[in-house]
């Protein structure tokens, strides 16, 4: 089963630094979004990328940047790191941007700030 | 923008206890409901959804959840749990917007 895949799984930074997370949505997905979940809360919307082109955003300062690739693939950015921004980035894939269509989670990227 | 509460932060039961795990929402219009679950170190996994229709719908691993719409409510419940339940459980919703909303979630440990 070609779920979702996530790279790193583990990383440290450093304040100021930059990162990059990839993910590799399930096979037959053609969205993907990103999330932000801090310890002992809920994943937050970060933002969705259909067609190469970010579709929704959630309320992430300008630092976090994405893209996504012609083979559905993505990439999450953050500049400026914060110690704030440690956190488990998690990506999901679905099929189109339809209300209705469930999102597939990956395993998520552990980022860590010192 | 919709948001999610979600009742609980921890609940512990013991084994062919029942489970019911309460949630919230705030939002106006038309919303998909989604409850998900985390097993210890696994991905986030769909346990069941509502789009339509029947209000109590029926979820994988025996679980189930209804959907009260005066109570802006999409409780989760399991008649009898089993260890292998311990898990980390979150509600969330989809409004017009197509972002989904998560709860904070609620960490679930069954004892034997």
């Known amino acids: 089963d070609a779920g979702v895949t996530q790279s790193p799984t583990h990383l440290i930074k450093t304040r100021g630094q930059q990162v990059t997370l990839r993910c590799s949505p399930k096979?037959?997905?053609?969205?993907v979004s990103w999330y932000q979940q801090a310890l002992g809360q809920g994943p937050q919307f970060i933002f969705q990328?259909?067609?190469?082109?970010?579709?929704q955003r959630g309320n992430f300062p300008d630092r976090f940047s994405g893209h996504q690739f012609p083979n559905y693939s993505s990439e999450l950015n953050v500049n400026a790191l914060l110690l704030g921004d440690s956190a488990l980035y998690l990506c999901?894939?679905?099929?189109?941007?339809?209300?209705?269509?469930?999102?597939?989670f990956g395993n998520g990227t552990r980022l860590t700030v010192t | 923008a919709q948001s999610v509460s979600q009742h609980n932060h921890h609940v512990i039961l013991s084994e062919a206890a029942s489970l019911e795990l309460g949630c919230n929402y705030s939002?106006?219009?038309?919303?998909?409901l989604f409850w998900y679950v985390q097993y210890p170190g696994q991905h986030l996994q769909l346990l069941l959804k509502?789009?339509?229709?029947?209000?109590l719908v029926k979820g994988i691993k025996g679980f189930e959840a209804e959907f009260i719409k005066s109570k802006f409510s999409f409780n989760l419940r399991k008649p009898s749990v089993q260890w292998s339940d311990t898990a980390e459980y979150f509600c969330?919703?989809?409004?017009?917007?197509?972002?989904?909303?998560f709860g904070a979630g609620t960490t679930v440990t069954v004892r034997a």
């Open positions: 999901a894939s679905s099929w189109g941007t339809f209300r209705n269509s469930p999102l597939h």
């Open positions: 509502y789009f339509s229709g029947d209000p």
């Open positions: 096979s037959g997905h053609d969205t």
């Open positions: 939002y106006g219009g038309t919303v998909n």
């Open positions: 969330a919703v989809k409004g017009n917007d197509y972002k989904l909303s």
């Open positions: 990328y259909y067609e190469e082109e970010e579709r």
